[in-house]
C-alpha cells in the first residue's frame, strides 16, 4: 500500500524546514553566540552543519524514504532489528524534550499576549511570570493543544498545510525585524561582534555547544528526519531537499542574530545576555522603541517565536505519533491526543522547575558543580546534548558500517540519477564514514564528562 505523505517536494522542504527552524534559532542560537564569543562560535557552528549535520540529514532523510516507516521500525524494516534501539532512544529522546520545549512555547505565546495588550514590562516580571503557574501551565496547554490539532490532521492535511502557511509568514516576519535592526544606531558595532571571530574564545565548551547545537537546530538524532523522510516521494530529490532545508536554518539563525544584536546593543545593554536576552531584555528594548513601533516590532517578535516553536513541536509529536500509527496499528487521532496528553503531563516538573517549586528548581548538583541544575536544564542536558548526539553517533555507525555507503547512495539516486558520481557523493560517503561516528563519538563522550562530572579536558 502507498503510504499517505507529503504533496510535494515544497511541502516536504517546508515541513522539514519548519521542524528546523524553531526556538533553537531565534531564542537559543543567539544567546549562545553571546554566551560563547560572538563570530568564533558562529564559525564552529557553521562547520559542524555543513561537514557532520548535512551528511547526516541526508541518511535520515535515505534511511526514513527507504524504510517507509516510523524510526523504531525503519530499521527492522530495513532488516536490522536490533538497530531499532536507536530508533527506541529518539522516541524516548523526543518526549523528554518536547515536555520541556513546550513550556518554553508557551512561554513565547504569553509573551506575544502580553505584548499585545502593551505590558512592556513583562521583561522585568519574567521571574513572576514563569512562577505563575496557572497562566504559564494554560499558556502551555494550549500550545499543545494547538500542535495536536495539527498533527491529527495528517501528513498533507495537517502537518504540510500548516508549514506552508506558517514558514512564509515567519520568513517575512524576520526579514522585516532583521532590516529594521540594521537601521539601529548600534547596528554596526553589533555586527562586528557577531560577525568578527575571536579564534581565543574558542574552547572545548564552545565546541561541544556549537555541535549540541547544530544538532538540535537540524532536529537530527531523535528521528525526526526518518519519519519525515518516510512521507518523501520516491521521485523527490533527497540532496537538494536537504540543502535547502540546512539552508534555510541556518540562514534563518543567522538573521535571529542579525535581528537581535543590534536591537541589544543599541540601547547599551549587554548582548552576553545568556537566557534571558530574549525574555527579560527585549520587552524592555521594544517598550524604548516608542508606543506604535514597539508594539508593531514586539508582537511581530513573538508571533515569529510562536510560529516558529508551533512547526518545530509539530515535527516531534509525529515521531511518537508514527510509532504508534504504524507499529500499534492505533488510529492518528487517538494517538495524537494521547501522547500530547502524555507529554504534557511528563512537562509538568519542567513547568514547576523554574522557581515555583524548591525541589525542580534545585533539582541536581553535577559532580563538580558549585549551584545546583533545575530540573528543565537537566532533562535539556540529558536529552538535547547527550542523548542527541549520541543517537546521531549511532545512525552513522549504522549508515557506515551496516546498511552500508552503497545502499544508502542507491535510495539518494531515487530522484537524483546522476548522484553516484558527484563531488557532495565522495564527500557524504567520506563524512558519513570517516568524520561523523568518530567525531560524534568523541565530542559526545567529552560532553558528558564536561557537563555531568565537571572535567573539561580542552578548557
Ligand atoms: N530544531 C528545533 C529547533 O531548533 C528543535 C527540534 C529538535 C525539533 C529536534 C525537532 C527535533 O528549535
Known amino acids: 500500500m502507498e503510504r499517505s505523505g507529503f504533496s510535494s517536494k515544497v511541502g516536504f522542504i517546508a515541513a ?45 532523510i535515505a534511511i ?60 522585568e516580571q519574567f521571574p513572576v ?61 553589533a555586527t562586528q561582534f557577531y560577525l568578527f571571530p575571536d579564534f581565543s574564545k574558542i574552547t572545548g565548551e564552545v ?42 536554518d541556518v540562514g534563518i539563525a543567522f538573521m535571529a542574530g542579525l535581528m537581535l544584536f543590534p536591537m541589544v546593543i543599541s540601547q547599551g545593554l549587554d548582548a552576553h545576555g545568556g537566557a534571558g536576552l530574549v525574555f527579560m531584555s527585549l520587552p524592555g528594548v521594544f517598550g524604548n ?13 513573538f508571533l515569529l517565536l510562536s510560529f516558529a516553536a508551533l512547526t518545530s513541536t509539530v515535527s516531534i509529536l509525529e515521531i511518537p505519533v508514527s510509532y504508534l500509527v504504524d507499529e500499534k496499528e492505533m488510529k492518528r ?44 536544564t537537566f532533562i535539556s542536558d540529558v536529552a538535547s546534548n547527550s542523548f542527541l548526539p549520541l543517537n546521531g553517533f549511532l545512525i552513522a555507525l549504522f549508515v557506515a558500517f551496516v546498511w552500508k555507503k552503497e545502499n544508502l547512495f542507491e535510495e539518494v539516486s531515487n530522484g537524483n540519477k546522476r548522484f553516484a558520481n558527484t563531488l557532495i557523493a565522495n564527500f557524504l560517503g567520506f563524512s558519513i564514514k570517516y568524520l561523523c561516528p568518530w567525531i560524534l563519538g568523541i565530542v559526545f563522550v567529552l560532553n558528558v564528562l564536561d557537563t555531568f562530572f565537571g572535567l573539561t579536558l580542552f578548557g
Open 16 to 60: 522539514a524546514a519548519g521542524s528546523a527552524v524553531g526556538l533553537g534559532n531565534i531564542w537559543k542560537f543567539p544567546f549562545e553566540v553571546g554566551e560563547s564569543g560572538g563570530a568564533a562560535f558562529v564559525i564552529v557552528y557553521l562547520a559542524f552543519c555543513l561537514i557532520l549535520c548535512f551528511p547526516l540529514m541526508v541518511a535520515e
Open 64 to 123: 526514513g524514504r527507504k524504510a517507509q516507516r516510523n524510526p523504531v521500525g525503519a530499521f527492522v524494516a530495513l532488516g536490522y532489528g536490533k538497530w531499532s534501539i536507536v530508533g527506541k532512544l529518539g522516541i524516548l529522546s523526543c518526549v523528554l524534550i518536547l515536555s520541556f520545549y513546550n513550556v518554553v512555547a508557551g512561554w513565547c505565546f504569553g509573551y506575544f499576549v502580553e505584548i499585545l495588550l502593551g505590558n512592556f514590562s513583562i521583561g
Open 129 to 189: 511570570f514563569v512562577k505563575d503557574i496557572i497562566k504559564v501551565g494554560s499558556y502551555s496547554i494550549l500550545f499543545m493543544a494547538t500542535t495536536a490539532y495539527i498533527v491529527s490532521r495528517g501528513i498533507s492535511g495537517g502537518i504540510e498545510k500548516a508549514a506552508k502557511i506558517l514558514m512564509p509568514v515567519l520568513f517575512t516576519i524576520i526579514l522585516v525585524l532583521a532590516g529594521y535592526a540594521m537601521t539601529l544606531p548600534g547596528a554596526s558595532k
Open 207 to 248: 565546541v561541544y555547544n556549537a555541535l549540541g547545537h547544530a544538532f538540535f537546530s537540524l532536529s537530527l538524532g531523535m528521528g525526526a528526519m526518518i519519519t519525515y523522510g518516510s512521507y518523501v516521494g520516491k521521485k523527490d530529490n533527497i540532496i537538494s531537499s536537504a540543502v535547502a532545508i540546512t539552508l534555510l
Open 289 to 301: 522603541m516608542g508606543p506604535v513601533m514597539g508594539l508593531v516590532v514586539g508582537i511581530l517578535f
Open 333 to 376: 487521532p487517538r494517538a495524537v491526543w494521547l501522547v500530547a496528553a502524555g507529554i504534557f503531563v511528563l512537562g509538568i516538573p519542567s513547568l514547576l522547575s523554574n522557581g515555583y517549586s524548591g525541589f525542580f528548581t534545585k533539582f541536581i548538583t553535577y559532580f563538580g558543580a558549585s549551584d545546583p541544575t533545575d530540573f528543565m
